[in-house]
């Protein structure tokens, strides 16, 4: 932060009391997204990544039988000694996914091997390392225990046990534990339809000339990006005019597609705009000035039943509230639980500028020092324009509105992207 | 896990020095692989999650122009030194996108949103906050410093410098960034191709009846899931019969068409595995012990020009090795030049851990915040064959060779899943 900006900006503490706080506008945003109720049926694999909507409830035993845990020896416990050793003879063989069909009797073993079914009348295992072998019988000594080495029938999941709720989100263990009950399709909630377009007369496309005072826009791309991580089916409608016509159109036609819209740029006080006047005309919408920074005007509400989220049009200011509320919010309509998210606290090794007023999300890079503790420190310049602060950071560092910024080796609130991103 | 098998573990370890640490055998992969060298020109967009193979440029200078950083009023800053307080006619106004084409003279001042040219004369902006109008008349209640408000062209890119360095992940933010500097197109490495399948006769696809001592194939499953999240080229080459022939072909196609081979299953010392001599046949490979658990017989080496992975085939096992060992090699693989650092966490354990030194456990668990604390527990039951610990697990809990048990209420190291996957 420049030394102007916290000029400029103590003089903006007396109406700080007019600002929404960062957990208010949260809660109110959240009270305004519901899960989807849409749902479909999808193969595992394509579903990895979504929430299920079905409890699954397991038509088998995981594992199927007792089996082995180790390779080594299948014994019955009544054979092994108390003290001193016992020789039992070895009367056949089981691997896994060929089980061996001989009946233990007393004094025989069965040779076996890890994630084999335990021959009948087996029910310890000993591990290969802690016998002596001949190659027809093996000597056991004292200090085992009856079931040792035994992995239980439904020791992971038992036959009519709900293994996943309704609400879970599949990851590669639910991926495996779903193949490994035999289940090859689950229903799950529908993907999430996002329209998102940008306002701004001074945007031009990436392959365009720009001219006096434009730029190209970036930010159609930052919200695509963010947007496929989130694994949402995204349209993008390009960049609108300030026209009314070009407005109203753009505002209706995603309204009607989406089940949610996103727009940056035109909701700040400024005086080139038809997106508010055309949102107040639509729809229900609030537009709100947040004690946050990067990132104060946010206009949140509906399109008739399309949630709609206002960005600034600033790059930083985009990313920023996006990650701050609306993907939680995204993330509960797909059927996602709340998650906060991972928050660090660690020392910073350069100090931080801020005045008391907002919560600030800083751009930081979280990184090992010389000592390998964790620690951080800010990307460089912090204004809102300024998307190489996004684009280098790793982190976000945390700076409550009352804060005055940190010295370096203080402690700061860190949210790590990875995880978040 | 059960406390026997602990024992069991930890005396076979005692009778087995040729364990090899985690940490070694990292070392030695990673001195076995190279990133891949051909690079690919795709569409700015497609490039979310790729690699980036070049080192950009900037063509222009970001911010393009002189401009505005607030809503105010442009000024010659000389013009407020006058008696306070100082009064400017306003003469015209600069949008973004529409700059005043004008020139301040002195006692004018032109209305200007942020992001706007500056226009010529003016050096300094007054936030509209600080400002008061009558008609045409604004009267100026705070004076700031020369230069104010104001960011230079170029302050966060220069023109000719460069933006972004080869090896850079393709994030939201760096597309928002790329599209800002005019890029429609990037040089990214190509996508690593990654060829995998699983070994075990007792092993079933989905969608078949089991008899008895089977179980279904998950591995492949949790390996896709993995896999799929590291934005790398999948080929699935299915459930290979224990047969030395069907491995030999299998391996063969696999090092013909993948940059990395993954197997599951066929790596522990037991009677079953021709495993070994068909890789001595086709390649070089090391069979290693690693002192860890879960997850202790890994094989690592070439098979053609391919490197080979031969996990576990266990479950469980089979995603420890994979988030330890495999998966930082295809990020270096796929020309990461370097990620975020590993977040390891210190948090208070709830759960009693049994634990003997030598070897490196990774303990799935819960990792919750409680009053300000990291805390972090089981979950449950930890038999490398149950997979629900994976699934219930948002966390490793890593303790190092040295370690030995952990008492209720003891701090541990804690590796987030979040961050990991």
Avoid at chain 1, 94 to 101: E, H, L
Avoid at chain 1, 134 to 149: E, F, L, M, S, Y
Avoid at chain 1, 387 to 405: D, K, Q, V, W
Avoid at chain 2, 138 to 148: C, D, K, L, M, Y
Wanted: proline share 5%.
């Amino acid at each position: 932060m420049t030394a102007e900006r916290r000029q400029g900006a103590g003089g903006c503490d007396a109406q700080a009391h007019e600002l929404l706080s960062v957990a208010e506008a949260k809660q109110r945003i959240m009270d305004l997204a519901s899960p989807l109720s849409g749902r479909e049926r999808l193969g595992i694999r394509a579903a990895l990544g979504r929430v299920l909507a079905e409890d699954i409830v397991s038509p088998i035993n995981v594992p199927p039988h007792d089996n082995s845990a180790m390779d080594g020896y299948a014994v019955m416990a009544s054979d092994l000694p108390d003290d001193g050793e016992r020789t039992l003879q070895i009367v056949g063989s089981a691997f896994a996914g060929r089980p061996s069909t001989t009946i233990l009797q007393s004094g025989q073993c069965i040779r076996i091997m890890t994630g084999a079914v335990l021959p009948l009348n087996a029910d310890t295992v000993i591990a290969q390392e802690l016998v002596r072998a001949n190659g027809t019988q093996i000597v056991v000594t004292a200090g085992h225990r009856c079931g040792q080495d035994v992995r239980r029938a439904g020791e992971d999941v038992r036959a009519d046990d709900v293994v996943l709720g309704a609400g879970t989100q599949i990851a590669p263990a639910e991926l495996g534990l779903l193949a490994s009950l035999g289940v090859a399709e689950v229903t799950v909630l529908r993907r999430l339809r996002v329209a998102f377009f940008s306002t701004g007369d001074e945007l031009r496309g990436t392959a365009e000339t720009l001219g006096p005072g434009e730029i190209h826009d970036s930010n159609r791309y930052s919200i695509h990006g963010m947007l496929a991580r989130l694994d949402i089916e995204s349209l993008d409608m390009g960049v609108i005019r300030d026209r009314r016509d070009d407005v109203r159109k753009a505002i209706r036609e995603a309204s009607a597609l989406a089940d949610v819209v996103i727009s940056s740029g035109g909701v700040s006080v400024g005086e080139a705009d038809y997106i508010k006047e055309t949102l107040e005309e639509l729809g229900e919408i609030q537009f709100w000035r947040m004690a946050m920074k990067p990132g104060k005007p946010l206009a949140v509400g509906r399109i008739a039943r399309t949630l709609f989220f206002g960005l600034p049009g600033n790059p930083v200011s985009v990313m920023a509230t996006f990650y701050q509320f609306v993907q939680p919010a995204l993330r509960h309509m797909q059927g996602h639980r709340h998650e906060t998210g991972l928050l660090l606290r660690v020392p910073t090794i350069t100090a931080l500028h801020k005045e008391p007023g907002r919560l600030e999300y800083q751009r930081g890079i979280l990184e090992r020092d010389s000592d390998g503790r964790l620690v951080v420190r800010t990307t460089g310049l912090q204004d809102s324009h300024v998307l190489t602060s996004m684009s280098r950071a790793n982190c976000f560092i945390i700076l409550p509105a009352e804060s005055s910024g940190a010295s370096a080796g203080e402690a700061v609130e860190v949210q790590p992207f990875h995880g978040l991103i | 896990m059960s406390i026997d098998k602990i024992q069991n573990s930890a005396d076979c370890f005692e009778r087995e020095p040729d364990m090899m640490s985690v940490r070694s055998a990292r070392a030695e992969i990673r001195a076995l692989v190279e990133p891949v060298t051909e690079s690919v020109t795709v569409a700015l967009r497609d490039a979310l999650g790729r690699v980036l193979a070049e080192s950009v440029r900037s063509p222009i200078d970001v911010p393009t122009h002189t401009n505005s950083a607030m809503d105010g009023f442009a000024v010659r800053r000389a013009d407020l030194d006058g008696t306070p307080p100082p009064t400017l006619r306003q003469i015209g106004a600069a949008f973004a996108g529409h700059p005043y084409a004008g020139e301040i003279q002195a006692g004018q001042c032109v209305r200007i949103m942020t992001g706007a040219a500056i226009p010529r004369g003016a050096d300094t902006v007054v936030m509209q906050e600080h400002t008061e109008a009558h008609g045409d008349d604004i009267t100026f209640s705070e004076v700031p410093r020369h230069g104010a408000n104001v960011r230079p062209a170029g302050e966060d890119i220069a023109r000719g410098q460069i933006a972004m360095t080869p090896g850079t992940v393709i994030t939201p933010a760096a597309l928002g960034l790329l599209a800002s500097l005019g890029r429609s197109e990037l040089r990214v490495w190509r996508p690593l191709r990654v060829a995998f399948f699983s070994t075990g006769d007792e092993l079933r696809p989905l969608g078949s009846v089991l008899s008895r001592g089977q179980i279904f194939d998950s591995n492949r499953y949790t390996v896709y899931g993995m896999l799929k999240r590291l934005g790398v080229e999948i080929f699935d080459l299915g459930l290979v019969a224990d047969e030395p022939q069907a491995l030999r072909t299998i391996l063969r196609q696999a090092a013909s068409i993948a940059d990395v081979i993954i197997s599951t299953g066929g790596v522990s010392v037991g009677e079953a595995d021709f495993v070994r001599s068909v890789l001595a046949e086709v390649g070089r490979v090391n069979f290693w012990k690693i002192a860890m658990k879960p997850g202790r017989p890994l094989a690592f080496g070439n098979v053609g020009d391919a490197r080979f992975f031969g996990l576990p085939g266990n479950p469980v096992a089979v995603m420890v090795t994979f988030y330890q060992f495999v998966q930082p090699v295809l990020r270096y693989m796929r020309g990461e030049h370097e990620h975020a650092p590993e977040l390891m966490l210190r948090a208070r354990c709830l759960t009693p851990l049994r634990k003997k030194t030598g070897r490196t456990e990774y303990v799935r668990a819960l990792l919750a915040e409680e009053s300000g604390d990291w805390t972090v527990r089981r979950t449950g039951p930890q038999g490398s064959g149950i997979l629900n610990s994976m699934v219930r697990a948002n966390c490793f809990i890593v303790l190092a060779d040295q370690q030995g048990n952990v008492a209720a209420g003891e701090w541990v190291d804690v590796q987030p899943l979040a961050g990991l996957i």
